[in-house]
């Protein structure tokens, strides 16, 4: 029988250490979310193509895992292109799904509506270390919420679990596409070059403010309004009060309401927040996805040299697919990233319980090994974890691959020694 | 834009009172199934096609939906069947990627190996009412374990699951390949007969003895094989031990190793069973897979007109994909036919704290909605929900849909009542 015995390319089977760790964080991450009001949700793993092929997802259209029509359906010898075979194809993300699920069920779901979603995602990247073509991401989106309450409890949830997680130091960085584009429009950069703009102000992490510099002067655009848009951020990184020094200088760019958004959510939260990290006001702060529409933020974990989730506040995405304007916000984890982060810190699951091994000798009678099973479910109602095994000759090395299974007590069970 | 606001044809959006059920059940299999040292493992959802289509799969077969090549590696113009074009597909159940998994992670993995999978499957199937083409299937398997400590563990675990979730009064009906074997053998049935014997016979709960002997005999067996082979079920309807009276009556046509591997399981079980279920001896249960080779089992919950799950040993077939002979049994229960019936019961699940809504009125101040979301945090440290809502003008029409949700508890917060 053929078999291959590898996954297929770029996806993973999970071992038991870290399938561990992922219950524990998925489990942590539904009771803490649950307990802010969100409401686990699901939709299938699969999308009519139409959905995935609109061009709300960018760069993420060109990675679809594509699905085969289907019996009559499928006509191969007269197939031009690859729309001609296709009718489906797997999620890229989770964004996509909810847009589609509220417009399918808006009557029947609260206002505002907490959803929590927490599935699995599929990109035919190209896999690199760490990376993988099937991932799961985990969101929290609040639809039908104008006012920034919205904002305040995705951080303060979001911050709470990294804090369970022993995440400690790390950093939310904030900031707002309207102060991005009043930022431009004070330097005196054109309205329709404001996308280049920020796509070079993004790399300011990696290519320094000089970097931006040149890139912007390459890139064609007006010396004074480079030096102009340089100044800010100079003197932005020797102010305290970025937003208020921001608010006085921007003048009538800024629109008032940005400024107290942004002050609002860092008052709020920092009053309120129960973990130990920073928000920070992050000026440069751009997230790549063009549907954000006023709050953008980020995870920053010390262990991770990358973002490590974010999100932001998206008006106008789920109207353009139902029709009905609907305010809305969402914050999205790396999961997979936390999970590689505990794991190479040799995370430690809280543990419930005792774990037992009961090793059975061969050839008990059926009412001596009723016993031991009674035993065995007895301390399972106790709360411990009981694996019955067979005992082998070579006791010492099967007590040996039990305790790499974390089992750090043994009953031992002879024919001769049972009742 | 366009959008398809339905899911894909035969799939479904979970709603979230479904998911909340669902939830909880999945939590409770995890607990469950853990305490009793299965452990807990992932494989991806996409399967390379030649593991998909190698006749394991039998009917499901057909069924797969098959991913598109991608790149250059796709040459739709040249392409004349659906193998040219398609290199992976969406695996169908969870046996197959556990055979892969165990050939390619053998020798880090513990013997026994002791798997808890939770995982969706598809199929593309004609929908039907309560039928869908992604659903979640739940196996423990235990590999490299040859003695019935595998069984008995398998319908303890099993058990214990359904009575937590309250399920009383139902049955695990129990047979054993070679009984079937031996009956069929002992009325004088051809051997290379025996799966044609056994379809008719699968088919007793339906059309009774009467219909089996008449499709039989128009099936063009002997008259005198037939009418031995129906006076054993005639004979058995009187009998109370089973068992016994086919040890008896079938003599060596019977293996005493089968023999005892039922008793032991019954007595066990029986000796240490933990939930409200009777296990009966079933000589007309079949299973349909052929790859079982010993012990086979179903759940019969009253609730529903069908097998609720079941499973069984089979010795041969990890060997076939690994080349190393490994003893195998496994257990699969209905999880959606579960889901359904504890949905259609009104199951309610056990409440974990106060669910409390907030309702805040428009214009706190910043002060005055830390002190809000403070108390928020304080009765969330202490295990309560709490949903922070603006309050809306008609708000007893908010209450009730507040309700709905579960929230019993509300507290209101004013702009002049607050300090």
Redesign the interface.
Known sequence: ????????KG??????EE??I??YVI?LI?KTY????F??????????I??LT???GGENEKLI????K?GDK?N?SE????AD????G?RYDLTVPL???Y???AN?????F?ALQMG?V?R?DQPQRGRFR?FMQCDIDILG?A?N?AE??LI?ATTKLLGKLDFKDFNIRINDRRMLKAMASYAGFAEDSFDTVFIILDKMDKIGIEGVKETLIAEGFAQDAVMKYMQLFEELAKTKDGIKYLSEKLGDCLPEECRKNL??IR??VN??K?ADFTLLFDPTLVRGMSYYTGTIFEVELKEFNSSCGGGGRYDQMIG??TGNQTPACGFSIGFERIITILLENGFRIPQEGSRV?FL?E?GLS??Q??EV??QA?QL??EG???????MNKNKKFQKE??S??GYSEYKEFYVNSLQ
Chains 1, 2 share one sequence.
């Open positions: 029988m053929a078999l291959n015995k590898k996954p297929v996806m993973k089977d999970v071992m038991p399938m561990a992922r219950d489990g539904k649950k307990a802010y009001g409401t686990p949700i699901e939709t299938p793993c699969v999308e009519n139409e959905n609109n061009k709300q895992f594509k699905i085969l289907r499928l191969l197939a031009q292109k690859e075979v296709v009718d489906s797997l847009a589609r699920y417009s399918n069920h029947d779901l609260p206002t505002p907490k699995n599929w035919a099937q919420e006012s309450l305040i409890e303060l002050e609002e008052d709020n009053a309120s129960s353009k697919f091994a059975v061969k059926t009412e090994l009723g099973l009674k479910e399972r109602k411990n974890t009981v694996l019955m095994a067979r691959q039990l790499k299974e």
